[in-house]
């Protein structure tokens, strides 16, 4: 069957595609039968045909089946799948020609195959090229009929090119509509110039003087005087600020004439800011002071754009002053906020006073989160001033509140000892809360004394696990008398009235035996209990850490499990989540699959917090089969169930840095031995003889006669039962540990991760099942500054070899990682291919013919990619493919609306941003999306957050980095995702030298 009859039948059993179900389509292709054809009903765009597309030959090699599929395309399709074929067969201007020849002779003219290359972004990615060519080309009245039927709306990709290239006959068709154009073309054409504009500032004055003279969107008037300013500011500057007047809000308002939206007002007084401040110090100032707006979800976005604003003035330094004194107008506390820490940090004395007047009316505000940031900004301004304003707020309902009053309270030192001590004495427990943490941030000897003098007096719960956590965090933990201790335990116990849940019987729980060998009294094992279902984070007790430490673990599973079971059959409340730190505290690797498996169940039934719990559990168990679950997780829930993901990743790094060890050196500890030591077989015997068990380079267990060394292929039923199910678990194991470990070292490559020589000597040649891995894959030896030195791979013996044979040996020196084939010459590519394929070796994932991505020679410069913007894809299909491949979405902005993806190369530091248009939390399997521009920022230079709009939208945003300046392995593998993640191809440059 030809490649092309079997993308059809593929389709036609794709339950998406639903109109290629028609048996009229294959019988068509296969016949050329017309009565066929005209039965084929018009097929949907939903999915376009890019795989079938990209089955078809060249059209020098066009037979007749492959004709129908071009006359299908042309004629019962939007022609989405034409632009891929002319795309990837057209790379010459020869075979262009040749396939447009094609196209032409079953009804197609120019302006339609211009249209099909602008549905798809390979085609028109170099002006260069003779598709780039051929649109560049094509005449204005062609250019004029699409603006006038606004195709270019609907195909950015085409739109993008042309703004960029400015073809001389594009910007003649501009011109001819604008002069007649009226009403919602004349706004489409409008937005059309303006974006060619934005291309090329300073260029086409005769252009964009026509499109303001025509334009009546006030936004986009802005944008035209914004670009004839720059080419003549005495000209244009004051017909400028009379539109400014219109547009930002504030008194000087034209009466009925609508505002602008948010981000828009934004963006033009950003750009008031930097261009003409001083002339528009009064219109600015109207901006700062107008109100936000009344409802609740109106006041934080309009505040949140007036921050960005703001940031910038703060660059004018004191010119910015009247614009900080504006924001107090109205009622705009968050803007305030924003403002006084900017006129703070001008370091004005003779402003300390207007200073202290605005942060006293933002300590009247009733919004505790503003109340708290206005009692840290005080202190910035110096807490003595306000001082008497912050005693009483130790009894604020916030804690919060309380917290921020009681540390900028303990800047004052411990003169105000005395003053904290009056604080004992009231009746709220919170009010002495804030005196513990007003104690802790003091932390000096005299604040530890008088914790540790409080601690027996105290008698709320509540309070002195404030104090002992106070205490700890200072270093003064201390073992508790054991006397006192059990004075403790014993008059804690007799205020209880049994468990604190009533589905933990006490009576079923086995005994927690000690190192010693006696267990805990029936009075400890409560008071523990107790003790640890009081806290609500995944930590042990303070106070039941004597107890704790005293267990014998070895033997105290059976209690944990014990635990764990009867919180499974309760009705699994979150608040009672301490069942699983005890059980964690006091188990052992049977909660491994117990947990795991609950975690999975969890996670299906959309209970993700109790998954992230339980997570957290396996994580504080610690032993190394926890933490390989937990390290397995993270990357299991990457994509789906991303809370859960991030837990088993934060849980992950905190057992890392407990060890003092980094996330990558933990998870080459947690790979598990399943049972074999370093480079020894494991044996089974059986009456016919013994047999040795390896895992083999196909990363399955692999069996040998233990006296002949002959290969069989399973292992004889007489081995015995014992030895079967140990058997049996170890191959389940294996294969959840095998893929885990290949999406990690994946990663790691990626990542461009470094190993100390003798770490990995320790490790990789010696370890049973990342032996098998590192056979299959290239590694190099770098240099200290970051140089690839040499090649080499692991053999079965646990010896290295360069791509001769030639046996090699790491110097003391050395640093070890997977080889990006970015970092190869093409004939180190070359021999490496080639020595692979003579032993017959299989990379687990692509390494050496991983498609490479370089950056075009024109693009150096660019900050922006738009090779992919306008690709329309379902926003679950994207979804799914970005997260897989590790992007995450950015910020949640209004609306629930996402606005950008991104992916972090931290070792490179770059981070990489796409723009996705009509994304949403909300979308379900019928939204579609589309990608907009792509781009590189420094790394963790962007925030990421709930109504945070920081991603970069000019050219001139500093945080961004032009390609030509990205490393080559980051660009390539955010280039290469996106091509996945869209469904279309970029570039390859396979030999790119290293």
Not at 625 to 646: C, E, Q
Request: aromatic letters at 8%; one cysteine or more; proline letters at 6%.
């Amino acid at each position: 069957m030809s490649s092309i009859l079997q993308v059809i039948d593929t389709y036609a059993a794709d339950p998406w595609r639903k109109s290629w179900r028609s048996p009229a389509i294959r019988e068509y292709v296969e016949t050329g039968r017309e009565t066929a054809f005209e039965a084929i009903p018009l097929l949907k765009s939903d999915f376009p045909p890019v795989e079938l597309a990209q089955v078809l030959p060249p059209p020098e090699a066009l037979d007749d089946l492959a004709v129908r599929v071009l006359r299908l395309l042309l004629k019962k399709t939007s022609g989405h799948g034409l632009g891929v074929w002319l795309a990837r067969v057209g790379k010459t201007p020869e075979s262009f020609q040749a396939a447009c020849q094609r196209l032409t002779e079953l009804g197609a003219d120019e302006a339609l195959i211009t249209l099909f290359l602008g549905q798809w972004s390979a085609a028109l990615e170099h002006a260069t090229s003779p598709a780039g060519q051929f649109v560049a080309g094509q005449p204005t009245e062609v250019f004029r009929a699409l603006l006038e039927n606004r195709v270019l709306i609907k195909l950015g990709i085409l739109e993008s090119f042309l703004a960029r290239t400015a073809p001389p006959n594009y910007i003649a068709g501009l011109q001819q509509v604008l002069q007649h154009a009226s009403g919602e073309l004349l706004e489409s054409v409008v937005e059309r110039a303006v974006s060619l504009l934005r291309e090329h500032p300073g260029q086409f004055i005769e252009l964009a003087r026509l499109a303001l003279e025509k334009a009546t969107d006030r936004s986009r008037r802005f944008q035209l005087l914004q670009h004839l300013y720059t080419s003549s500011p005495e000209q244009y500057g004051t017909l400028l600020d009379q539109e400014v007047v219109r547009l930002l809000p504030g008194e000087g308002n034209v009466p009925g004439v609508p505002h602008i939206p948010w981000h828009r007002e934004k963006e033009l007084a950003e750009w008031l800011i930097r261009n003409r401040p001083g002339p528009s110090e009064a219109v600015l100032a109207e901006y700062f002071a107008s109100p936000l707006g009344i409802d609740p979800w109106r006041f934080k976005g309009g505040a949140e754009y007036k921050y960005e604003a703001l940031d910038v003035a703060a660059s004018l330094g004191a010119a910015a002053v009247p614009w900080y004194r504006a924001c107090f107008r109205t009622r705009q506390p968050d803007v305030q906020l924003r403002a006084l820490k900017h006129w703070l940090a001008l370091g004005r004395a003779e402003d300390q006073a207007e200073l202290a007047a605005h942060l006293r009316q933002l300590l009247a505000a009733p919004d505790s989160t503003i109340l708290a940031r206005a009692i840290r900004l005080g202190g910035d301004v110096g807490p003595d001033v306000f001082e008497a304003d912050l005693w009483p707020l130790l009894a604020h309902k916030s804690r919060a509140v309380r917290e921020a009053a009681a540390g900028v309270l303990a800047r004052l030192g411990e003169s105000r000892l005395p003053k904290v001590r009056e604080q004992w004495a009231a009746k709220k427990s919170d009010t002495r809360l804030a005196a513990v943490h007003f104690l802790k941030t003091l932390g000096t000897p005299a604040a530890v004394t008088e914790l540790k003098a409080r601690l027996d007096l105290e008698e709320s719960d509540d309070v002195r696990d404030a104090i002992l956590l106070a205490l700890e965090s200072l270093g003064q933990g201390g073992a508790a008398d054991p006397a006192e201790f059990q004075r403790r335990v014993l008059a804690t116990v007799a205020k209880l009235k049994g468990s604190p849940v009533p589905w933990l019987n006490l009576q079923r729980l086995p005994a927690l035996p000690r190192t010693s060998g006696s267990p805990l009294s029936p009075e400890e094992r409560l008071y523990l209990i107790y003790r640890q279902s009081r806290v609500k984070e995944m930590r042990a007790d303070l106070e039941a850490r004597p107890l704790l430490k005293s267990l014998d673990r070895s033997a105290s599973g059976a209690f944990a499990v014990e635990v764990v079971t009867a919180f499974l059959g309760s009705k699994q409340e979150a608040d009672d989540r301490w069942a699983l730190a005890l059980a964690a505290l006091t188990g052992d690797d049977r909660l491994v699959p117990l947990l795991s498996a609950q975690i999975r169940e969890w996670a299906d039934a959309q209970r993700g917090k109790l998954a992230e719990y339980a997570v957290q559990a396996l994580a504080l168990l610690g032993t190394d089969a926890a933490l390989l679950a937990v390290d397995a997780m993270a990357i299991r829930y990457r994509s789906k169930n991303k809370n859960i993901g991030k837990a088993a990743a934060d849980a992950f790094a905190a057992a890392a840095a407990a060890r003092g060890l980094t996330v990558e050196e933990l998870g080459d500890l947690v790979v598990p031995w399943l049972g074999f030591t370093p480079n020894q077989p494991r044996l089974v015997t059986s009456p016919k003889g013994a047999f040795e068990v390896r895992i083999g380079a196909d990363l399955k267990l692999a069996f040998r006669e233990a006296t002949t060394g002959k290969r069989v292929a399973k292992l004889p039923d007489s081995i015995g039962a014992d030895a079967k199910s140990e058997l049996k678990e170890v191959t389940a194991n294996l294969k959840e540990a095998v893929k885990s470990q290949l999406l990690r070292l994946e990663m790691l490559m990626v990542r461009q991760f470094r190993w100390p020589g003798v770490r990995w000597l320790e490790l990789y040649p010696r370890h049973p099942l990342l032996r098998p891995l590192a056979q299959r894959l290239v590694w190099g030896e770098y240099a200290s500054s970051g140089a690839l030195q040499r090649t080499f791979r692991v053999l079965e013996d646990g010896s290295l070899t360069d791509p001769t044979d030639e046996t090699l040996a790491l110097s003391e020196s050395a640093q070890v990682g997977l080889v990006h084939p970015l970092e190869l010459t093409s004939a180190q590519r070359q021999a490496w291919v080639q020595h692979l394929a003579d032993y017959e070796v299989v990379p687990p994932f692509p390494q050496l013919d991983r498609p490479v991505v370089a950056c075009p020679a024109d693009q150096v410069e660019k900050r922006f990619d738009r090779r992919f913007t306008g690709t329309e894809l379902n926003g679950m299909t994207f979804k799914g493919r970005a997260e897989r491949l590790g992007w995450g979405r950015g910020s949640v902005c209004d609306a629930g609306m996402i606005n950008f993806y991104w992916k972090s190369f931290p070792s490179a530091g770059v981070d990489v941003f796409v723009g996705t248009e009509g994304m949403g939390v909300g979308m379900d399997m019928y939204s579609d999306m589309t990608l907009g521009e792509a781009f590189f920022v420094r790394h963790g230079s962007v925030k990421i957050g709930s109504y945070e709009y920081d991603e970069p939208g000019e050219e001139s945003d500093e945080r961004l980095i032009p390609f030509g300046q990205v490393p080559a392995i980051a660009y390539s593998e955010a280039l290469g995702d996106l091509a996945k993640i869209s469904g279309k191809t970029t570039e390859p440059t396979p030999e790119t030298p290293a």
